[in-house]
C-alpha cells in the first residue's frame, strides 16, 4: 500500500517535471472557467444523424488539429536551431492549388486524391526552398523563411487569380467534417501524425542527431552528423505538414481565402512549441509538448469567444495567458519562488524566540 | 633579476584568512590563508580543480566563502558583488576573458567609465582615456578604433586587463592569463605584468605553467585539493619540490608511461598505411608531406598558429586541401568532410573542446554514441542493449565521472568532458587518431589517464597523431616529432635519447628569438 502511494507520488513527480505540465493545467483552468460561466461547458452529446459526438470539447480537437499538425513541423525546425515562418503562407498556398484543381476537376473520388498529393508535393517542394536558402546558400532561417512566408502568400493569390476559390467534392469535405468513431476525421489523423513522427524520431537516430545540430552545429559536423540532409528533412517535412493542414482548413468551408487561410499561424505554431518546453535556441524537443501547446492554443481560441472577450481585447488576453505560463516554466522564476520560500521559513520558526528577547 | 623579491617588511594589502567555501557537503576550499603585499606578484598554483579560480572568485566577490574572513589594508572586507569588489579597488580578469568583441579596443578599456559630456558619450575623449591607459601599460601603439574581434587572442588578453587597469585598482586578480597564448605572447604579457609591479599594484596569478611562474612571480602559494600545502618566496623554491607538492604520486605513473612508450618504441618497418604527399591548403599550410604506420604515435610539435592544426585538419577530414594527395593502404583518399574520415576509420578530437567537441546539452550516453551512430546513418539505430553496453564499457574503461550515462556533458569537469569526446572517437574503432591538445586545461589525474589511453592505442596498433604545447609530453609519448614552423613543417625527428625539449625548442626558435626561455607546460 505504502510502496503502491510512493510510485504514485514519483509518477506524479516526473509529470510535474516535464515540460508541458504547466500547459496541461492552463488547459484544466481554462476549461474550469468555461464551465464556471456554463456548468453544462463539459457536456458531450451524439448526433445520430451524423454518427458523431458533438460539444464543446469536440469543437477545440477539431479547432487544434491543424495547429498540432504544423506545430510537430515547426517543432523539429526549432529543434535544429531554426524557425519556418512560412508555414501560414505554406497552408494558403496548398488550400489554393487543392481548390483551383477540384474547380476544374469535379467531384470525383480521384480528383479528391490528385488535389491532395499535388498540395502535399507543392508543399514540400516549398519547403525544400527553405532548406536549400537555409543549409545551401546559408541564410539565415528567419530570413529564408520569411521570404517565403511573403512569396508563398503572394504565390497562393496567383494560383487563384486573386480570387477565394470554391469547390464541391464530397471526398474533400468528408476528410475535413467527417466523423469516425465518433470524432473528427481531422482530430484522428493529426493524433496519427504526432505519434508517428514521435516515433519516427525518437526510435530512429532521427531525434538525436537533430539535437546535435541544434545544440552544437560544428561538433556535429566533426562526429560525421549530416547537417544539410537533417536540414531538408525537417523544412521538407515543415511544408508537407502545413500543406496538410492547409487543406484541411480549406476543405472545412470548401473555399480558399488566400488572405485569411493560415494567416499567422505559424505565432500560434511557434507558441505550441515554446509551451511545450522546447527551447529556441535549439537542441531538445518535446512533440507531445508541442501538441499539448497546439491544444491549449486552440482552447484559449475558444474560450475567448465563449468568454464573449471583444474582439480588440483577444491579443491582449491570449499574451496574458502565454507570459503567465512562461513565467512559470522559467527555471529563474521558479528559483526565485523557492529561495523567498526557503527565506520566510527560518524567520518564522526564529519569531517567538525574538517575542522572549524582547 | 625578474624574480626581485618583494619587500618582506611590506605591510600585507590583502588578507585572506581560513577561508572555506562549500557546495553542499562538497568542500571546494578549505579554511585557506593568502596574504599579498603592495608590488608583489603572489603566484597560485595547483592542479585544474585545486581551488585557484574559487579563491580568485571569493576575493573578485564572485563567490561568497561559507567562512573566514578578508582584510584589506587591515580592514574586513565581504565584497558579495563584484561591483562591491571592484569598489573596493579589486579587479580581476577571469578565465573565460569577458571583452565585447564586437566593440573597439578604446570602448572595450573605458567601458562603464565613458566620459560624459551634454550630448552624451564623448568619443574623443574615450579614445584619448584608453589611449592613456594602453600607454601607461606600454601597450601606446594599439590603435583604440580597432575592434577587438580581430586581434589575436594575447592581445584580447591585454585589452582585458587593460580594461581591468582603467579605473586603477590595488589589487589585479589574474586566473590562468597564459592558457590560450604561446611563448611570445607569454613574453609581452609578463612584460605589461611586470610594469604594473613597478606601480604598486598587487597581482594574484593563478596557473598550472612552472616555468612561467617562477619567470615572473615574487610568492607563490601551492594548492591541493583544496587546501594550502605551501607558501614560499619563488627565488627559494626548488623545481622539484615544487612538482612533488603539486602532484605528488602522479609524476611516477608518468615516468611508467614514458618508460613504457620507450619499450615499445621501434623504427616503423615496412611501408606505412596512410601517406599524404604535397598536402596544401591556401594561406594555411604549405605543401606537406607526411607518413603514419600503424601503431606509431606521431607528435606534431609548434607553435600556435604554426600549422599544426590544419595539418591535423587535413589529415582528417576537417578541412578540405586545395591541392595534394592522400592514400590510404594504397588507395587514392578523398577527404571531403569529417563523416567521408570517419568512414574510413579515421577520428579527430579538435582543440576546441566546448565548440567543436562535445556536445555540452546532450548525455554523456548521447556524445559518446554520436559519431558511431552517424556512420551507422540515422535509419539504422543502436539497440538499447548495445547502446548501454558500449557506454558502459567506455565509462568503466576511461573512468568517466560521473558514472551516470544520462548525465549532461556540460556539467563534467574539462577532464572528464575529454574522456567522453575520447570515447566517443574510440567506439568509431579508429585506425588513425588525430588528437589536437587533448590535454590542454585538464588537471594532472586526468592527463596522466589520457597520456597511458594514447600509449595503449599505440599498443593496439592504432596510428597516433598527437599535437600537444606541451613538449615534455610530446617527447614522452610520440615516436616521430614533426616541427612545424610559419606554416610550413621544417623538420621530423625521430625521437630517441639524444632529443630533448631544448632541440625542439631550438629548431623552432628564430635567431632572433635565440634567447627567449622555454616556456612550456607541466609535464
Same mark, same amino acid.
Not at chain 2, 585598482?169 to 609591479?197: C, G, H, I, K, N
Given at each position: 500500500?505504502?510502496?503502491?502511494?510512493?510510485?504514485?507520488?514519483?509518477?506524479?513527480?516526473?509529470?510535474?517535471?516535464?515540460?508541458?505540465?504547466?500547459?496541461?493545467?492552463?488547459?484544466?483552468?481554462?476549461?474550469?472557467?468555461?464551465?464556471?460561466?456554463?456548468?453544462?461547458?463539459?457536456?458531450?452529446?451524439?448526433?445520430?444523424?451524423?454518427?458523431?459526438?458533438?460539444?464543446?470539447?469536440?469543437?477545440?480537437?477539431?479547432?487544434?488539429?491543424?495547429?498540432?499538425?504544423?506545430?510537430?513541423?515547426?517543432?523539429?525546425?526549432?529543434?535544429?536551431?531554426?524557425?519556418?515562418?512560412?508555414?501560414?503562407?505554406?497552408?494558403?498556398?496548398?488550400?489554393?492549388?487543392?481548390?483551383?484543381?477540384?474547380?476544374?476537376?469535379?467531384?470525383?473520388?480521384?480528383?479528391?486524391?490528385?488535389?491532395?498529393?499535388?498540395?502535399?508535393?507543392?508543399?514540400?517542394?516549398?519547403?525544400?526552398?527553405?532548406?536549400?536558402?537555409?543549409?545551401?546558400?546559408?541564410?539565415?532561417?528567419?530570413?529564408?523563411?520569411?521570404?517565403?512566408?511573403?512569396? @508563398?502568400? @503572394?504565390?497562393?493569390?496567383?494560383?487563384?487569380?486573386?480570387?477565394?476559390?470554391?469547390?464541391?467534392?464530397?471526398?474533400?469535405?468528408?476528410?475535413?467534417?467527417?466523423?469516425?468513431?465518433?470524432?473528427?476525421?481531422?482530430?484522428?489523423?493529426?493524433?496519427?501524425?504526432?505519434?508517428?513522427?514521435?516515433?519516427?524520431?525518437?526510435?530512429?537516430?532521427?531525434?538525436?542527431?537533430?539535437?546535435?545540430?541544434?545544440?552544437?552545429?560544428?561538433?556535429?559536423?566533426?562526429?560525421?552528423?549530416?547537417?544539410?540532409?537533417?536540414?531538408?528533412?525537417?523544412?521538407?517535412?515543415?511544408?508537407?505538414?502545413?500543406?496538410?493542414?492547409?487543406?484541411?482548413?480549406?476543405?472545412?468551408?470548401?473555399?480558399?481565402?488566400?488572405?485569411?487561410?493560415?494567416?499567422?499561424?505559424?505565432?500560434?505554431?511557434?507558441?505550441?512549441?515554446?509551451?511545450? @518546453?522546447?527551447?529556441?535556441?535549439?537542441?531538445?524537443?518535446?512533440?507531445?509538448?508541442?501538441?499539448?501547446?497546439?491544444?491549449?492554443?486552440?482552447?484559449?481560441?475558444?474560450?475567448?469567444?465563449?468568454?464573449?472577450?471583444?474582439?480588440?481585447?483577444?491579443?491582449?488576453?491570449?499574451?496574458?495567458?502565454?507570459?503567465?505560463?512562461?513565467?512559470?516554466?522559467?527555471?529563474?522564476?521558479?528559483?526565485?519562488?523557492?529561495?523567498?520560500?526557503?527565506?520566510?521559513?527560518?524567520?518564522?520558526?526564529?519569531?517567538?524566540?525574538?517575542?522572549?528577547?524582547? | 633579476?625578474?624574480?626581485?623579491?618583494?619587500?618582506?617588511?611590506?605591510?600585507?594589502?590583502?588578507?585572506?584568512?581560513?577561508?572555506?567555501?562549500?557546495?553542499?557537503?562538497?568542500?571546494?576550499?578549505?579554511?585557506?590563508?593568502?596574504?599579498?603585499?603592495?608590488?608583489?606578484?603572489?603566484?597560485?598554483?595547483?592542479?585544474?580543480?585545486?581551488?585557484?579560480?574559487?579563491?580568485?572568485?571569493?576575493?573578485?566577490?564572485?563567490?561568497?566563502?561559507?567562512?573566514?574572513?578578508?582584510?584589506?589594508?587591515?580592514?574586513?572586507?565581504?565584497?558579495?558583488?563584484?561591483?562591491?569588489?571592484?569598489?573596493?579597488?579589486?579587479?580581476?580578469?577571469?578565465?573565460?576573458?569577458?571583452?565585447?568583441?564586437?566593440?573597439?579596443?578604446?570602448?572595450?578599456?573605458?567601458?562603464?567609465?565613458?566620459?560624459?559630456?551634454?550630448?552624451?558619450?564623448?568619443?574623443?575623449?574615450?579614445?584619448?582615456?584608453?589611449?592613456?591607459? /594602453?600607454?601607461?601599460?606600454?601597450?601606446?601603439?594599439?590603435?583604440?578604433?580597432?575592434?577587438?574581434?580581430?586581434?589575436?587572442?594575447?592581445?584580447?588578453?591585454?585589452?582585458?586587463?587593460?580594461?581591468?587597469?582603467?579605473?586603477?585598482?590595488?589589487?589585479?586578480?589574474?586566473?590562468?592569463?597564459?592558457?590560450?597564448?604561446?611563448?611570445?605572447?607569454?613574453?609581452?604579457?609578463?612584460?605589461?605584468?611586470?610594469?604594473?609591479?613597478?606601480?604598486?599594484?598587487?597581482?594574484?596569478?593563478?596557473?598550472?605553467?612552472?616555468?612561467?611562474?617562477?619567470?615572473?612571480?615574487?610568492?607563490?602559494?601551492?594548492?591541493?585539493?583544496?587546501?594550502?600545502?605551501?607558501?614560499?618566496?619563488?627565488?627559494?623554491?626548488?623545481?622539484?619540490?615544487?612538482?612533488? /607538492?603539486?602532484?605528488?604520486?602522479?609524476?611516477?605513473?608518468?615516468?611508467?608511461?614514458?618508460?613504457?612508450?620507450?619499450?615499445?618504441?621501434?623504427?616503423?618497418?615496412?611501408?606505412?598505411?596512410?601517406?599524404?604527399?604535397?598536402?596544401?591548403?591556401?594561406?594555411? /599550410?604549405?605543401?606537406?608531406?607526411?607518413?603514419?604506420?600503424?601503431?606509431?604515435?606521431?607528435?606534431?610539435?609548434?607553435?600556435?598558429?604554426?600549422?599544426?592544426?590544419?595539418?591535423?585538419?587535413?589529415?582528417?577530414?576537417?578541412?578540405?586541401?586545395?591541392?595534394?594527395?592522400?592514400?590510404?593502404?594504397?588507395?587514392?583518399?578523398?577527404?571531403?568532410?569529417?563523416?567521408?574520415?570517419?568512414?574510413?576509420?579515421?577520428?579527430?578530437?579538435?582543440?576546441?573542446?566546448?565548440?567543436?567537441?562535445?556536445?555540452?546539452?546532450?548525455?554523456?550516453?548521447?556524445?559518446?554514441?554520436?559519431?558511431?551512430?552517424?556512420?551507422?546513418?540515422?535509419?539504422?539505430?543502436?539497440?538499447?542493449?548495445?547502446?548501454?553496453?558500449?557506454?558502459?564499457?567506455?565509462?568503466?574503461?576511461?573512468?568517466?565521472?560521473?558514472?551516470?550515462?544520462?548525465?549532461?556533458?556540460?556539467?563534467?569537469?574539462?577532464?572528464?568532458?575529454?574522456?567522453?569526446?575520447?570515447?566517443?572517437?574510440?567506439?568509431?574503432?579508429?585506425?588513425?587518431?588525430?588528437?589536437?591538445?587533448?590535454?590542454?586545461?585538464?588537471?594532472?589525474?586526468?592527463?596522466?589517464?589520457?597520456?597511458?589511453?594514447?600509449?595503449?592505442?599505440?599498443?593496439?596498433?592504432?596510428?597516433?597523431?598527437?599535437?600537444?604545447?606541451?613538449?615534455?609530453?610530446?617527447?614522452? /609519448?610520440?615516436?616521430?616529432?614533426?616541427?612545424?614552423?610559419?606554416?610550413?613543417?621544417?623538420?621530423?625527428?625521430?625521437?630517441?635519447?639524444?632529443?630533448?625539449?631544448?632541440?625542439?625548442?631550438?629548431?623552432?626558435?628564430?635567431?632572433?628569438?635565440?634567447?627567449?626561455?622555454?616556456?612550456?607546460?607541466?609535464?
Amino acid at each position: 500500500m505504502s510502496t503502491d502511494a510512493t510510485s504514485r507520488t514519483s509518477m506524479l513527480r516526473t509529470l510535474l517535471h516535464r515540460p508541458y505540465f504547466w500547459g496541461l493545467i492552463a488547459i484544466a483552468l481554462l476549461l474550469a472557467v468555461n464551465s464556471l460561466k456554463d456548468p453544462s461547458y463539459l457536456a458531450i452529446g451524439y448526433n445520430a444523424n451524423t454518427g458523431s459526438l458533438v460539444g464543446n470539447v469536440i469543437d477545440i480537437l477539431r479547432a487544434a488539429a491543424p495547429i498540432a499538425m504544423i506545430s510537430v513541423g515547426m517543432c523539429l525546425v526549432i529543434a535544429t536551431a531554426g524557425i519556418d515562418l512560412s508555414v501560414g503562407s505554406l497552408m494558403a498556398v496548398a488550400g489554393a492549388v487543392s481548390m483551383e484543381l477540384l474547380a476544374s476537376a469535379g467531384g470525383s473520388a480521384g480528383a479528391a486524391l490528385a488535389a491532395l498529393g499535388l498540395a502535399l508535393l507543392l508543399g514540400a517542394v516549398l519547403g525544400a526552398v527553405n532548406a536549400v536558402l537555409i543549409s545551401v546558400v546559408g541564410l539565415q532561417p528567419f530570413i529564408s523563411t520569411l521570404v517565403m512566408m511573403l512569396a @508563398g502568400r @503572394g504565390l497562393a493569390k496567383v494560383i487563384t487569380g486573386g480570387q477565394n476559390t470554391a469547390a464541391s467534392n464530397e471526398t474533400f469535405r468528408w476528410i475535413a467534417n467527417g466523423y469516425v468513431l465518433g470524432l473528427p476525421v481531422v482530430f484522428l489523423l493529426a493524433v496519427l501524425i504526432v505519434i508517428a513522427v514521435g516515433l519516427l524520431v525518437r526510435r530512429s537516430a532521427l531525434g538525436l542527431m537533430i539535437e546535435a545540430i541544434g545544440m552544437d552545429p560544428r561538433a556535429a559536423r566533426l562526429a560525421g552528423v549530416n547537417r544539410r540532409g537533417l536540414l531538408f528533412a525537417v523544412y521538407i517535412a515543415s511544408g508537407a505538414l502545413a500543406a496538410v493542414a492547409g487543406i484541411f482548413a480549406s476543405a472545412s468551408v470548401m473555399t480558399v481565402d488566400v488572405s485569411n487561410t493560415g494567416y499567422q499561424l505559424e505565432m500560434d505554431a511557434i507558441l505550441a512549441v515554446v509551451i511545450g @518546453g522546447t527551447s529556441l535556441a535549439g537542441g531538445k524537443f518535446n512533440i507531445t509538448g508541442a501538441a499539448i501547446g497546439a491544444l491549449l492554443i486552440a482552447t484559449l481560441d475558444k474560450t475567448v469567444v465563449f468568454l464573449g472577450i471583444s474582439s480588440s481585447a483577444t491579443p491582449a488576453f491570449k499574451a496574458i495567458v502565454i507570459i503567465a505560463l512562461c513565467l512559470l516554466q522559467s527555471q529563474r522564476v521558479r528559483d526565485l519562488f523557492r529561495a523567498r520560500r526557503a527565506k520566510t521559513a527560518p524567520v518564522t520558526s526564529d519569531a517567538p524566540k525574538e517575542a522572549v528577547a524582547a | 633579476m625578474s624574480t626581485r623579491p618583494a619587500a618582506p617588511d611590506a605591510a600585507p594589502l590583502v588578507e585572506m584568512a581560513a577561508i572555506t567555501v562549500a557546495h553542499g557537503p562538497v568542500e571546494v576550499l578549505h579554511e585557506v590563508d593568502l596574504t599579498v603585499r603592495a608590488g608583489e606578484i603572489h603566484a597560485l598554483m595547483g592542479e585544474n580543480g585545486a581551488g585557484k579560480s574559487t579563491l580568485i572568485n571569493v576575493l573578485a566577490g564572485v563567490t561568497s566563502p561559507t567562512s573566514g574572513s578578508i582584510r584589506l589594508d587591515g580592514r574586513p572586507l565581504r565584497p558579495s558583488s563584484p561591483a562591491e569588489a571592484q569598489a573596493a579597488g579589486i579587479r580581476a580578469v577571469l578565465q573565460d576573458v569577458p571583452v565585447a568583441r564586437h566593440l573597439s579596443i578604446g570602448e572595450n578599456v573605458m567601458l562603464g567609465h565613458e566620459p560624459r559630456g551634454r550630448f552624451g558619450i564623448r568619443w574623443g575623449e574615450l579614445h584619448a582615456q584608453a589611449h592613456r591607459v /594602453l600607454d601607461e601599460l606600454g601597450l601606446g601603439d594599439m590603435d583604440t578604433r580597432r575592434r577587438v574581434r580581430s586581434l589575436s587572442p594575447a592581445t584580447t588578453q591585454l585589452v582585458a586587463i587593460a580594461r581591468a587597469m582603467a579605473d586603477e585598482p590595488r589589487v589585479l586578480l589574474l586566473d590562468e592569463p597564459t592558457s590560450s597564448l604561446d611563448t611570445a605572447e607569454v613574453e609581452q604579457l609578463f612584460l605589461v605584468l611586470r610594469r604594473l609591479r613597478e606601480r604598486g599594484v598587487a597581482m594574484v596569478f593563478a596557473s598550472h605553467f612552472l616555468e612561467q611562474v617562477l619567470a615572473l612571480s615574487d610568492r607563490l602559494t601551492v594548492l591541493r585539493s583544496g587546501t594550502r600545502v605551501a607558501e614560499f618566496p619563488a627565488h627559494q623554491v626548488e623545481r622539484s619540490e615544487l612538482i612533488s /607538492l603539486m602532484i605528488g604520486h602522479d609524476l611516477a605513473e608518468l615516468r611508467r608511461i614514458g618508460s613504457q612508450r620507450r619499450e615499445h618504441r621501434s623504427d616503423p618497418a615496412g611501408p606505412p598505411f596512410y601517406r599524404a604527399r604535397q598536402l596544401a591548403q591556401r594561406e594555411v /599550410l604549405a605543401p606537406t608531406d607526411l607518413d603514419l604506420h600503424r601503431g606509431e604515435v606521431v607528435g606534431i610539435a609548434g607553435l600556435r598558429g604554426s600549422g599544426r592544426t590544419e595539418l591535423a585538419r587535413l589529415l582528417a577530414g576537417g578541412a578540405t586541401a586545395d591541392s595534394g594527395t592522400a592514400m590510404l593502404d594504397g588507395r587514392a583518399l578523398s577527404l571531403r568532410s569529417p563523416a567521408a574520415a570517419l568512414r574510413h576509420h579515421i577520428a579527430m578530437a579538435s582543440e576546441d573542446r566546448l565548440g567543436e567537441g562535445v556536445v555540452a546539452g546532450l548525455s554523456i550516453r548521447d556524445n559518446i554514441v554520436l559519431a558511431l551512430q552517424s556512420r551507422r546513418g540515422w535509419a539504422r539505430p543502436m539497440s538499447r542493449a548495445e547502446r548501454d553496453e558500449l557506454v558502459a564499457g567506455f565509462i568503466d574503461e576511461l573512468g568517466i565521472r560521473p558514472v551516470d550515462p544520462a548525465t549532461p556533458v556540460e556539467r563534467l569537469s574539462g577532464g572528464n568532458q575529454q574522456k567522453v569526446l575520447l570515447a566517443r572517437w574510440l567506439a568509431t574503432r579508429p585506425r588513425l587518431m588525430v588528437l589536437d591538445e587533448p590535454t590542454k586545461g585538464i588537471d594532472m589525474g586526468a592527463r596522466v589517464e589520457i597520456q597511458a589511453l594514447v600509449a595503449r592505442l599505440a599498443a593496439s596498433r592504432v596510428a597516433v597523431v598527437i599535437i600537444s604545447s606541451d613538449l615534455d609530453e610530446l617527447l614522452r /609519448l610520440s615516436d616521430r616529432i614533426v616541427v612545424m614552423k610559419d606554416r610550413m613543417k621544417i623538420g621530423e625527428v625521430s625521437n630517441g635519447p639524444g632529443l630533448s625539449v631544448e632541440t625542439i625548442v631550438e629548431m623552432i626558435a628564430a635567431p632572433e628569438e635565440e634567447d627567449l626561455p622555454p616556456l612550456t607546460g607541466l609535464p
